[in-house]
C-alpha cells in the first residue's frame, strides 16, 4: 500500500547537480529573528526604559572585519516601544556578553565597570611583579599590613558581640514591664481620684438642691399655717359653705316650680289623674234607681278644643285635683 505524502522526487539518468546555479547573497545580508532584550537599557530619544527579556523582532547581520579566536561578531538592530527609535548592540564573546553601541544606555553597568577596573589593576601588578622583586617585597608588605588590619576589626567586633550576649535581655524586658505596671497603677489612681471628686461635687450640688427645696416647702407650709391661724377664717369657711348651700337649694326649687308650671304635678302620691264628683247636698230625695249614676262618673275635663295639645290636658288634670282638694 503506497503513502498518502510522498517526499520521493523523480531524478532523470542525466541529473548533473554541478548544473544547477548558485544564488550570490552578499556576506553583509540581515535576516529577521526574534529574540529578547540581552540587559536593561534606557532610550536616548524619549527615556523609556526596556528591561531585560522583553521580546523584539530584531534585525541580525555579520559584523564585517571584526573576529575574536575565529568566532564571527553579530550585531542588532532594534526599535525603541515608545518612540521607535533605532537601537543596536552586538555580541562580545571575550566577556560573553553583550556590548551596547548606539541608541540607549546599559542600566546597571558601574558594577561591570568596577571589576574590569580591578581585574586591569590585578594585571598592571603582575607585571610590575615579574620584573622588579622590590616591587614584590613592598606588596607583600602591604597585603600583610592589611591582613592585620581586618583581624583587629574581626577581634573589636567578636567583643562587641561578646558584650551584647552577657546582656540579660529577660531582665530588661522585666524591667521595662515593672515600669509600665507602675504607670498604669498611677493613671488608674488619678482616675479614681478625679472620679471621686467628681462624685463628691454632684453629692454636694444635691444636698445643696435638696435643702432648697426643703426651704421652700418649710416656708409654703409656714405661710399655710400662719393663714389658718387667723379666727376669722372659720367664720369666712362657713358662711362660704352656707351660702352654697342655699344657692343650691334656691336652684333646685325653681327648676320645681318651672316644671311644674310647664307640665302640672304627675307624680304625686294619693292625686288621681281622675276624680268622681260628690253627690251635691241640696239634691231631692227620690226613689234609688239601680243604674248607675252617670252624671258622678263624668270627669271634669276642660275642652281640649282650647288647647289643641296633650299638655292642656295634663293641665286640666292638675287643676281638677286641685279643686277637689280645696
Same mark, same amino acid.
Given at each position: /500500500? ?21 544564488l550570490?547573497?552578499?556576506?553583509? @545580508? ?37 573576529i575574536?579566536?575565529? !568566532? ?7 526599535? +525603541?516601544?515608545? +518612540? ?7 555580541? *562580545?564573546?571575550?566577556?560573553? *556578553? ?10 546597571? $553597568? =558601574? ?5 574590569e ?42 567583643e562587641?558581640? $561578646? ?8 531582665? /530588661? ?11 498604669? $497603677?498611677?493613671?488608674q ?8 471628686? /467628681? ?26 399655717? @400662719? =393663714? ?6 372659720? !367664720?369666712?369657711?362657713? =358662711? ?5 348651700? =342655699? ?6 326649687? $325653681? ?23 260628690k ?48
Amino acid at each position: /500500500m503506497s503513502e498518502r505524502k510522498v517526499l520521493n522526487k523523480y531524478y532523470p539518468p542525466d541529473f548533473d547537480p554541478s548544473k544547477i546555479p548558485k544564488l550570490k547573497l552578499p556576506k553583509d @545580508r540581515q535576516y529577521v529573528v526574534r529574540l529578547m532584550a540581552p540587559f536593561n537599557m534606557r532610550c536616548k530619544t524619549c527615556g523609556e526604559y526596556i528591561y531585560k527579556g522583553k521580546k523584539f523582532n530584531a534585525r541580525k547581520e555579520t559584523v564585517q572585519n571584526e573576529i575574536y579566536l575565529g !568566532l564571527p561578531i553579530f550585531r542588532f538592530y532594534i526599535k +525603541c516601544t515608545r +518612540c521607535l527609535a533605532e537601537i543596536t548592540f552586538k555580541t *562580545d564573546p571575550e566577556n560573553t *556578553d553583550y556590548a551596547m553601541e548606539h541608541g540607549a544606555t546599559r542600566n546597571f $553597568q =558601574a558594577e561591570k565597570l568596577i571589576e574590569e577596573e580591578e581585574k586591569k589593576v590585578q594585571q598592571e601588578r603582575e607585571e610590575e611583579e615579574l620584573n622588579n622583586p622590590m616591587k614584590v617585597l613592598e606588596n607583600r608588605t602591604r597585603d600583610s599590613k592589611l591582613e592585620m588590619e581586618v583581624l583587629e576589626n574581626l577581634q573589636e567586633l567578636k567583643e562587641l558581640n $561578646q558584650r551584647q550576649a552577657r546582656v540579660d535581655f529577660e531582665g /530588661m524586658l522585666d524591667k521595662y514591664k515593672e515600669l509600665e505596671q507602675r504607670q498604669r $497603677q498611677m493613671e488608674q489612681e488619678e482616675d479614681e481620684r478625679e472620679t471621686k471628686e /467628681m462624685m463628691d461635687r454632684a453629692l454636694v450640688k444635691r444636698l445643696r438642691d435638696s435643702d432648697s427645696d426643703e426651704e421652700t416647702e418649710s416656708a409654703n407650709e409656714r405661710s399655710r399655717k @400662719r =393663714a389658718a391661724d387667723k379666727p376669722t377664717d372659720i !367664720l369666712t369657711a362657713e =358662711a362660704n359653705a352656707g351660702f352654697q348651700a =342655699a344657692t343650691s337649694q334656691s336652684v333646685k326649687k $325653681q327648676k320645681l316650680e318651672s316644671w311644674e308650671k310647664s307640665v302640672g304635678v304627675l307624680g304625686v302620691k294619693g292625686t288621681p289623674l281622675v276624680v268622681r264628683k260628690k253627690a251635691a247636698a241640696s239634691a231631692p230625695p227620690g226613689p234609688v234607681s239601680s243604674k248607675p249614676d252617670t252624671s258622678t262618673s263624668s270627669v271634669s275635663i276642660s275642652n281640649p278644643s282650647q288647647n289643641g295639645s296633650s299638655l292642656s290636658l295634663l293641665g286640666a288634670y292638675s287643676d281638677s285635683d286641685d279643686s277637689t282638694s280645696d
